[in-house]
Structures are given as structure tokens and as C-alpha cells.
Nanobody, 126 residues
Framework: QVDLVQSGGGLAQAGGSLRLSCAASEGTFRMYTIGWFRQVPGKAREFVARIYRRDGSILYGDSVKDRFTLSEDNAKTTVYLQMNNLKPEDTAIYYC???????????????????WGQGTQVTVSS
């Protein structure tokens, strides 16, 4: 089991930047695929980005590609989501999630993840 602690987020203007962090409260993410998802009221959680642990590949949702960057520290205890060129439609609650032994095709689906951070609000003003 892994506990995820999120930080960062807040308020930004359109075109601005924010960085989210997702830290393991104990141990490391070495064996876990980490995903970022976001959710607005009344909608399902949307895939944002993930690092797939089996091959280290990082992929992004179409709506954030070329603007957001997922990275992690060398110790694999913290995963970051750097969000640049923010748009008002990026406003949402952002969640990090973790799971072990995901198959590739499931790594984009919120339902496949076992552990979740507490969520952090990101608000982008126009």
C-alpha cells in the first residue's frame, strides 16, 4: 500500500504556470505506475498524464500535450506535474494516483488505479 500526499496548485492566470507534487508518504514509487487525473463537477475524471513503470514511458492526454510535463525525482519518492500555458479549461481538481502491475491499456483509466491522493484545486482565470 502507498499513501499519496499532494501539494501545489492554486490560482493562476491564463498563460501562467503551476506545479503539482505527489509524494509517497513512505517508501518509493519505484514499483508503481503514477497517473494524474482531473475532475470538474458533474464529469468523470479525465486522464492527464502518467508514467508507466514497466517501461518508463510518459504519455499525456491530448488536451494537455505540449503544455504539461510529468517528471519525478531520482529517488522516485515524488512525482511532479508542471503545468505551463494554463487555460481556463484546465480548471479542475487534480488527483495523482498509483497502482502496481497495470497493463499498458489500463494505465489511462482512472478505474484501474488503487491509490489516490487527496486532490488539489487548480483554478485558471481568463
Amino acid at each position: 500500500q502507498v499513501d499519496l500526499v499532494q501539494s501545489g496548485g492554486g490560482l493562476a492566470q491564463a498563460g501562467g504556470s503551476l506545479r503539482l507534487s505527489c509524494a509517497a508518504s513512505e517508501g518509493t514509487f519505484r514499483m508503481y505506475t503514477i497517473g494524474w487525473f482531473r475532475q470538474v463537477p458533474g464529469k468523470a475524471r479525465e486522464f492527464v498524464a502518467r508514467i508507466y513503470r514497466r517501461d518508463g514511458s510518459i504519455l499525456y492526454g491530448d488536451s494537455v500535450k505540449d503544455r504539461f510535463t510529468l517528471s519525478e525525482d531520482n529517488a522516485k519518492t515524488t512525482v511532479y506535474l508542471q503545468m505551463n500555458n494554463l487555460k481556463p479549461e484546465d480548471t479542475a481538481i487534480y488527483y495523482c494516483a498509483a497502482s502496481r502491475n497495470l497493463i499498458y491499456s489500463s494505465s489511462f483509466s482512472a478505474g484501474a488505479y488503487n491509490y489516490w491522493g487527496q486532490g488539489t484545486q487548480v483554478t485558471v482565470s481568463s
